[in-house]
């Protein structure tokens, strides 16, 4: 009996580490889908009268991302933005631009990046896990 429980004991902590960590991954990917939102929602909707720069759209956008993320466990984190094919780095302070609105592509996005580490390192091949979350919202609403 007490090499069965040898045995079995390892991998039912294994087991019960593995889905708590997978639950704690799965919060921070909800986390992160909630920020992309928040930050598209701010830098598609805001500044569409041309009140805001552009510089500005970007730094409330940016703002909006880290106050989503707030009592999170998310603490480092990078933010891209633009207008059209959802690819680059940084932001863009030039997507739905309201002064020439028909030359901006008509939707912006927000790609929130965060690199999960995982916990008990010695279980696991892995190191970190890295979680991506895009939002994308037509310019103007």
Same mark, same amino acid.
């Given at each position: 009996?007490?090499?069965?429980?040898?045995?079995?004991?390892?991998?039912?902590?294994?087991?019960?580490?593995?889905?708590?960590?997978?639950?704690?991954?799965?919060?921070?990917?909800?986390?992160?889908?909630?920020?992309?939102?928040?930050? #598209?929602?701010? =830098?598609?909707?805001?500044?569409?009268? /041309? +009140?805001?720069? @552009?510089?500005?759209?970007?730094? %409330?956008?940016? &703002?909006?991302?880290?106050?989503?993320?707030?009592?999170?466990? #998310?603490?480092? =984190?990078?933010?891209?933005?633009?207008? /059209? +094919?959802?690819? @680059?780095?940084?932001?863009?302070? %030039?997507?739905? &631009?309201?002064?020439?609105?028909?030359?901006?592509?008509?939707?912006?996005?927000?790609?929130?990046?965060?690199?999960?580490?995982?916990?008990?390192?010695?279980?696991?091949?892995?190191?970190?896990?890295?979680?991506?979350?895009?939002?994308?919202?037509?310019?103007?609403?």
């Amino acid at each position: 009996m007490v090499l069965e429980f040898g045995v079995v004991f390892p991998l039912v902590v294994v087991v019960i580490t593995a889905i708590a960590w997978f639950g704690v991954a799965y919060t921070t990917q909800l986390s992160l889908d909630q920020a992309a939102r928040e930050g #598209v929602r701010v =830098y598609a909707l805001t500044g569409m009268d /041309g +009140s805001l720069t @552009g510089a500005q759209r970007v730094t %409330n956008t940016q &703002n909006a991302v880290a106050t989503a993320l707030a009592g999170t466990r #998310v603490q480092t =984190y990078s933010v891209s933005c633009g207008a /059209g +094919s959802t690819s @680059g780095s940084g932001c863009s302070p %030039n997507a739905c &631009n309201p002064a020439n609105p028909g030359a901006t592509p008509p939707q912006a996005w927000v790609r929130v990046q965060h690199s999960f580490d995982v916990p008990f390192k010695r279980l696991w091949p892995i190191d970190a896990v890295a979680l991506n979350s895009r939002a994308v919202l037509r310019c103007g609403g």
